[in-house]
């Protein structure tokens, strides 16, 4: 517990809240985990408005005709420097299933985790993983996980 505490302060440490971000477009590709399907999404992440959150809505689309529509919320953390960052991302949405995966219902939560680094021209490229739930509203809740590669564009 005390590695856990130690590795949360030197994180507090070497980020910035996310004061200065600016509105982009979110492009992912990647494969859901364990089901094997291609995953293409796209988001929207707004500039900041209360505490540092910013507003996000996104869409994905799956190879095997499963899709998400969601919206939420997203909270960025910059090293010093600022070119390195951390993106945490949670939605509330509807999953259609198609031919992917029973998540049990169609209300779902997307939890994701984006880590990259941004380029002189303001855009990023990274690494990202996200999670689907049903939170167990429904009896049936086996999650979704997908991991993809990312890429913005600043939108100002």
Request: proline share 4%; no cysteine.
């Amino acid at each position: 517990m005390n590695l856990f505490k130690s590795a949360l302060v030197a994180l507090a440490l070497l980020v910035q809240p996310a004061v200065a971000e600016s509105p982009r477009l979110f492009g992912s590709i990647g494969n859901q985990l364990s089901v094997g399907s291609a995953e293409g999404q796209v988001r929207y992440i707004g500039e900041p408005y209360f505490w540092g959150l910013q507003p996000v809505a996104g869409v994905s689309l799956a190879g095997n005709g499963s899709g998400y529509v969601g919206v939420g919320a997203a909270y960025t953390l910059r090293s010093q420097q600022g070119s390195l960052f951390a993106r945490l991302t949670g939605m509330a949405g509807i999953y259609k299933r198609g031919g992917g995966r029973d998540l049990g219902g169609s209300l779902q939560f997307r939890t994701a985790l984006d880590v990259g680094m941004t380029a002189a021209s303001g855009m990023e490229f990274g690494i990202g993983a996200d999670h689907r739930s049903n939170a167990t509203i429904y009896k049936l809740n086996p999650g979704l996980n997908t991991a993809y590669l990312f890429a913005t564009l600043p939108l100002r």
